[in-house]
């Protein structure tokens, strides 16, 4: 089974490859952008993802991460105590969805989105031409690229 790439946005402040490093999974909540959701809905068990700091700076991909589990109706929808509750989701036919990820890796230094906007092999990245999606697909060439780019730019301790 082949498998796909997706790119996931994260502010550091909120929840950061160090964040997933320490904990090792996470569920993705809290996703209300019908696109990004789909892209979820996408996404299958083993899938890799670019795990992108945004909101930062510098801004870019920090690590990577992997789809732990198939798509499944994200919780906080339907907890009015969360701030990411929709009183519109109904629990028979839930609008939003979420998978569960874990970490791979993160780099020494973030492949930063002015050199992945400067890659020509990257011109055609969702990134590059919507960089306000917060779930994406990614090419396996894309993905390569970036990891090319990141070079030996891994560790595995904070």
């Keep these: 089974m082949a498998h796909h790439y997706w790119l996931m946005k994260s502010e550091p402040s909120v929840y950061s490859i160090d964040d997933l490093y320490r904990d090792q999974r996470t569920a993705w909540d809290g996703v209300r952008n019908y696109q990004a959701r789909n892209h979820m809905r996408a996404m299958a068990k083993g899938d890799l993802v670019l795990f992108y700091h945004s909101s930062s700076n510098p801004t870019g991909v920090a690590g990577v991460a992997e789809v732990l589990t198939a798509a499944y109706p994200d919780p906080t929808q339907f907890d009015r105590g969360s701030k990411y509750f929709d009183a519109k989701s109904p629990k028979d036919e839930p609008r939003w969805w979420l998978v569960d990820v874990g970490f791979v890796d993160r780099f020494n230094e973030p492949v930063l989105l002015s050199t992945i906007k400067t890659d020509k092999r990257l011109a055609e990245m969702v990134l590059v031409n919507n960089s306000?999606?917060?779930?994406?697909?990614?090419?396996?060439?894309?993905?390569?690229?970036?990891?090319?780019?990141?070079?030996?730019?891994?560790?595995?301790?904070?």
Aim: charged share 35%.
């Design 132 to 158: 306000r999606l917060s779930v994406q697909p990614v090419t396996e060439r894309e993905f390569e690229r970036v990891m090319e780019l990141a070079g030996s730019n891994s560790r595995d301790e904070p």
